[in-house]
């Protein structure tokens, strides 16, 4: 099972889970994960999405 976006490195993932964690708030790694949620989906939505294009 994988536990990661294959688009983030871990490392960089924990690190602002551990300074969240240690600083008790959680406002930089959530606006980190939301930015790169803002580009990462829709980009793999459309490349998903890419041979259904010409099945109409």
Do not use: I, W
């Given at each position: ?20 964690l ?32 010409n099945?109409?």
């Amino acid at each position: 099972m994988r536990t990661h976006s294959e688009d983030v490195p871990v490392e960089p993932t924990v690190t602002l889970a551990d300074n969240a964690l240690a600083n008790k708030v959680a406002n930089e790694m959530v606006e980190k994960l939301s930015e790169h949620l803002v580009t990462s989906v829709p980009e793999k939505f459309n490349k998903a999405n890419e041979p259904n294009k010409n099945k109409d």
